[in-house]
């Protein structure tokens, strides 16, 4: 389930569970194409910038992040809304990526993608043989 | 004839009693209790001289963010900007929401307006509100007589 509307982010339902006693969170994305890339933004507040894990096999573009929380010290929580989990959420992707030319940032929470668009290879000519 | 609850009846099961609070401290910060109906989604720590907000703002500006704390109330108010494209450009997805938001909480006491400090990391901003010096618990010297 993706939770679009508002504020939240959405948790997974999924077959397998984490051994983590954690949230799975669906980070919200918005998703553009231009003529020679897709981009792709992903909203994954407190997430540590080098534990975020990008990957692409075939075409399937998977993204896994963690957010943590820092306990302060001498303080005990009073209220609570959102609590520390898993970041997960992968795309089938339509098209044909430069895998070796993706580009990722974090900034503020938000991890920015850009996918360059595959060149597509060159038509091929095919000689007959007659024998 | 009374007839006590089993839930209060301190006397029978104390033990069982206690095991019931816990589980109730234990579920009041493992699962959120408000999940989040406003934005942005905070929590709240209560330390002994100050009290801790952290709110999840991924993608807001710090220079787009505003703070506003009278006595034990901080108001929160923002702008979320959509993301910045080109003109020719295709959606294929637009989950995330933008535009202006603000939140008001109650804190758990009065704050020093002129000691409150906040910083933003990847996305979560912690706003730090201090007790003022006047109001903090004090330790009362017992003396003998």
Redo the contacts between chains.
């Keep these: 389930m993706?939770d679009?509307?508002?504020?939240?982010k959405g948790t997974a339902e999924r077959t397998a569970e984490s051994t983590r006693a954690q949230p799975v969170y669906i980070p919200?994305?918005?998703?553009?194409?231009?003529?020679d890339a897709?981009?792709v933004?992903l909203?994954?507040?407190?997430?540590?910038?080098d534990a975020i894990s990008i990957t692409l096999d075939k075409r399937v573009l998977a993204v896994r992040g963690r957010s943590m929380?820092?306990r302060?010290a001498?303080?005990?929580?009073?209220?609570?809304?959102?609590?520390e989990g898993d970041y997960e959420r992968s795309f089938t992707l339509s098209e044909a990526i430069d895998g070796d030319r993706i580009e990722a940032s974090?900034e503020?929470?938000?991890l920015d993608l850009k996918l360059p668009k595959a060149q597509p290879a060159p038509a091929k000519k095919i000689g007959v043989k007659h024998g | 004839m009374i007839r006590y609850t089993p839930g209060v009846d301190l006397w029978g099961e104390p033990l069982a009693t206690l095991r019931r609070i816990q589980d109730e401290i234990n579920r009041?910060?493992?699962?959120?209790?408000?999940?989040?109906?406003?934005?942005?989604?905070?929590?709240?720590?209560?330390?002994?001289d100050?009290v801790?907000v952290?709110a999840?703002?991924?993608?807001?500006?710090m220079e787009d963010m505003e703070l506003t704390v009278h006595q034990n109330t901080l108001t929160i108010k923002g702008k979320r900007a959509p993301?910045a494209?080109?003109p020719?450009?295709?959606?294929?997805?637009?989950?995330?929401?933008f535009g202006s938001f603000a939140r008001t909480i109650a804190l758990?006491f009065n704050v020093d307006p002129d000691r409150v400090q906040a910083c933003?990391e990847?996305?979560?901003l912690?706003i730090t509100l201090p007790r003022p010096e006047a109001e903090r618990p004090r330790k009362i010297q017992i003396s003998k007589a």
Excluded: C
């Excluded at chain 2, 009041?28 to 002994?48: C, D, H, K, V």
């Excluded at chain 2, 999840?56 to 500006?61: A, N, W």
């Design positions: 993706t679009v509307s508002g504020t939240g919200q994305a918005d998703i553009y194409e231009t003529k897709l981009f933004s909203e994954m507040p407190g997430a540590n910038p929380q820092k302060p001498g303080f005990s929580p009073v209220h609570a809304e959102y609590r974090f503020d929470g938000i | 009041t910060f493992n699962e959120p209790q408000a999940p989040a109906a406003e934005y942005p989604a905070l929590n709240i720590w209560r330390g002994e100050a801790l952290t999840e703002v991924p993608g807001v500006r993301v494209t080109e020719d450009v295709s959606f294929h997805r637009r989950e995330r929401t758990p933003a990847n996305g979560v912690t």
